[in-house]
């Protein structure tokens, strides 16, 4: 699922006129990227779905971060977000699809000293199945 996602986001037309990039699209520990918005993926526990014995189910979190002052862009980027990846079930890349998103809330206004950012998190439920 990783690849679907990413690739939907860095694809779409929406997301790149608030400014974001695939250079500024990046997942795990990282340095702080010279472009902004930078978006921050962190996949979280794969488990067994509750239905079907090949599903399973992950939490993604996405750090939007954004230069300090205000959260605008951030707060635009993440209800974008809120409509493109539910739109996403049925695409599958190699491994496996998607068959279901399910946006769980967004964090309050955080700052992060480390990037020297100001940033908000977008958390959604995924469930797919692996393509055997």
């Known amino acids: 699922m990783r690849a679907v996602i990413r690739e939907a986001i860095v694809n779409d037309a929406a997301l790149i006129l608030l400014g974001v990039s695939a250079e500024g699209t990046l997942s795990g520990d990282v340095d702080t990227p010279a472009v902004t918005p930078f978006l921050n993926l962190k996949w979280g526990t794969t488990n067994p779905a509750p239905f079907g014995s090949a599903a399973q189910q992950t939490t993604l979190v996405i750090w939007v971060h ?67």
């Open 66 to 132: 954004d230069k300090p002052g205000d959260y605008d862009r951030i707060d635009s980027i993440c209800r974008r977000l809120r409509v493109l990846l539910p739109s996403l079930v049925g695409l599958q890349d190699l491994y496996d699809y998607v068959s279901q998103v399910a946006w769980t809330g967004d964090s309050l206004d955080l700052q992060d000293d480390g990037h020297r950012t100001i940033t908000r998190q977008c958390n959604f439920t995924l469930n797919g199945s692996m393509i055997a």
